[in-house]
Structure formats: C-alpha cells, structure tokens
C-alpha cells in the first residue's frame, strides 16, 4: 500500500511564499507522475502541477511562472514552491501519485493553504 503525508501548508498574506512537501512511501511502481491538485469549497479538485519521474513538469496556466514542481526520486518527495500567492490560490492542496503501468490513484490527505489579502 502506497502512503503520501503532506506538510507545509498554512496561511499566508497575499504576495507571499509557501512550500509544500509531499513524501510517498510504501510499494511506489516507477515510472509514475507525482502532482498537486487543489480544491476550493464548492469546487471541484483542479491539477495545479505535475512531474514525470523523469522530470517533465505540466502546470496550470493559473499558477505557471509562480509555482515550481519539483522531486527527490531518491526519497520519493515531490515539493510544490508556491510564490507570489494570491487569495484565490487558498484552497486544500492534494499530493497525488499515479503510477504509469498501471490504473491506479493515490492521494494524500490534504493540506490547508490559506492566503489572506
């Protein structure tokens, strides 16, 4: 069974910086596609950036140019830099992991990014 713990979220004001951390433990198939997603109340949970295990980043176009996806394929550790953050980026943010070989989703259990303006 695969395993992913987030830490790093919290509030923030507007303009600010926080980062995300998201360790995967576990049985961990490889090649795979480590992400973040988010969700807003009332919103359904959107991609906001993802990494192949070789490296190819995907981002939204609402968050490209201020946050980083990057990984540690050593420690199995994808981390999400989020810079010049705006209220609208609040939101719990989702680590997720997905192998390539086969049909199968993890998640993690979410972690709170507030930004207050």
């Known amino acids: 069974q695969v395993q992913l713990v987030e830490s790093g979220g919290g509030l923030v004001q507007a303009g600010g910086s926080l980062r995300l951390s998201c360790a995967a433990s576990g049985i961990i198939a490889s090649p795979n596609t480590m992400g973040w997603y988010r969700q807003a109340p009332g919103k359904q949970r959107d991609l906001v950036a993802s990494i192949t295990s070789g490296g190819s980043t995907n981002y939204a176009d609402s968050v490209r140019g201020r946050y980083t996806i990057s990984r540690d394929n050593a420690k199995n550790t994808v981390y999400l830099q989020m810079n010049s953050l705006k209220p609208e980026d609040t939101a719990v943010y989702y680590c997720?992991?997905?192998?390539?070989?086969?049909?199968?989703?993890?998640w993690g259990q979410g972690t709170q990014v507030t930004v207050s303006s």
């Open positions: 997720n992991l997905k192998p390539m070989a086969i049909a199968v989703n993890y």
